[in-house]
Structure formats: C-alpha cells, structure tokens
C-alpha cells in the first residue's frame, strides 16, 4: 500500500474510520470523505503521517462531490489508486411502513454514490495508469433477509450487483472492483441498534455469528488485501467478513 492514494468515503467512524487508520499504517496518502469534519480531523490525527487529505462533504450532494475529487487531484498533481465506499445509513422499519421517499433517501446514501464516484474516478487521468482497486462496503444482509430490514436489504444487495457489473465494464481499464459484506460489527452505528433491543435479542444475535461479533478492523483488514496489489487477480467477489453468520 505504500505511496498508494486511496479515497475513502464515510471515513468519519466505523468500518471506514478503521479503514483509513490501517491504510495509513501500511503507507498509503488517504483522501478522507465524510460530512462531520470534527470527527474527520479526529481520524487524520490518528493516521499515521503520510500526504493525506481530509473533505468535508454530503455524498449524495453530487456537485460538491465532484469539486473535492478535482481538488483533490489538483491539489498533489496525482490520480487515485484506490476508491473505498464505506459511507452507508441504518434503516430498520418494517415494509408496511416504508415510504417512497425514504426508499429514495436510503438508495442515495446507500447505493447511488458508488456510480457516480466510480465513473469519475474511471475516466483518464483520474485514476493511476497502472489501474485502480475499488472495495464497497456491502453487508450480509444483502443476502440473507430480516425482519424491518426491506429497506436496507434492498439498498445492500444492489451493492453487490453494482459490484459485479462494473467489474466487467472496468476491467479493460485495469480497474478491479470488489465488495466485502460484514456480520454484525461493533460500529457506532451497530451498538445504538443492541442498545434498543432485548438482552435475549442480544443474545440471539451474539449466537449467530459463530466467531462473534466482530471489530471494524476485521473489516478493515479485508478491504486492506482487496485494495493491494496481493489480489491483484481478484475482482467481482463479494467476500463475506461475518465470522460466519452466513454459514447457518
């Protein structure tokens, strides 16, 4: 990974705040996406030193997107090497109650960004002429379905297809392009859901995951070999990290 440019989004917490400290030790210049800026300089502060950039900014707002990748360019005269989308948001409503709306709302976080980054970054002179890696953030629940989880589900299964057929149509450019699906992880975001449950919901969710719940760095450290050059044969998988929820 050493001197490799990786844009990381939602790098404010969770899986893509682990992501850009393991990156970072490893060597590479990490680009650093995500609307809360304090929460951002927090991750840069924890980085390892290294020509590393941090952007405040909506993912679903394209325009502001798009000027922050061209200054981020503009700014150290280099293409990227590498695109990780780790930014997402929790949707646990049951079906009957899901409006258009926040189906919309949920697909512009969840899924829509990850295009229209990836045909930025897939046009010349914006990613490395030795090709590229891109690694999203799916989720094991874009497999296996869960109650109030339709939404979310939804939004994350099509994480997966976008993966599979952009690594078709960007191969001939040298670009490979994978996901990884988490179990249940200790994130920010995960312990407000367990904080809401049950000690037996708990439990239940605890027994499904074999190896136990996992940490954002088990996640971080998959998105790492995704990322380098020890996979440079793989793209187009979808490659659980779940200590083996999706083995039942």
């Known amino acids: 990974m050493q001197g490799k440019k990786i844009l990381i989004t939602g790098a404010s917490s969770g899986i893509g705040r682990e992501t850009a400290i393991t990156l970072a030790e490893e060597g590479a210049d990490i680009v650093l996406i995500s609307r809360n800026l ?13 020509n590393h950039q941090v952007f405040s900014v909506d993912v679903t707002d394209e325009n502001a997107l798009f000027q922050v990748l061209n200054e981020s360019i503009k700014n150290d005269g280099r293409p990227f090497d590498g695109f990780v989308y780790s930014a997402g948001m929790e949707a646990t409503i049951p079906s009957k109650l899901l409006k258009k709306d926040f189906l919309h709302k949920v ?32 989720s094991v629940m874009g497999h296996l379905g ?19 057929s ?30 809401s449950i049950s000690e037996e919901n708990i439990r239940q969710i605890e027994s499904m995951h074999p190896l136990g719940i996992g940490m ?7 998105i790492e070999f995704l990322l ?19 083995s039942h």
């Open 228 to 246: 380098s050059d020890k996979s440079s044969w793989i793209t187009g998988i979808d490659l659980y990290v779940d200590g083996g929820y999706s």
């Open 166 to 195: 952009l690594a078709l149509e960007l191969a001939p450019k040298k670009i490979r392009v994978n996901c990884v699906s988490p179990g249940m992880v200790k994130t920010e975001m995960s312990l407000q859901i367990l904080e």
């Open 38 to 50: 304090e929460k951002l300089n927090n991750v840069f502060s924890l980085c390892k030193e290294g």
């Open 107 to 138: 697909l512009d976080v969840n899924t829509i960004p990850i295009i229209l980054i990836s045909n930025f970054l897939a046009k010349k002179g914006n990613y490395s002429p030795e090709g590229a890696s891109f690694v999203f953030v799916s």
């Open 146 to 164: 869960q109650p109030a989880k339709t939404a979310y589900c939804m939004s994350k299964h099509a994480v997966v297809g976008i993966t599979k």
């Open 216 to 222: 954002p760095k088990d996640v971080a450290n998959a």
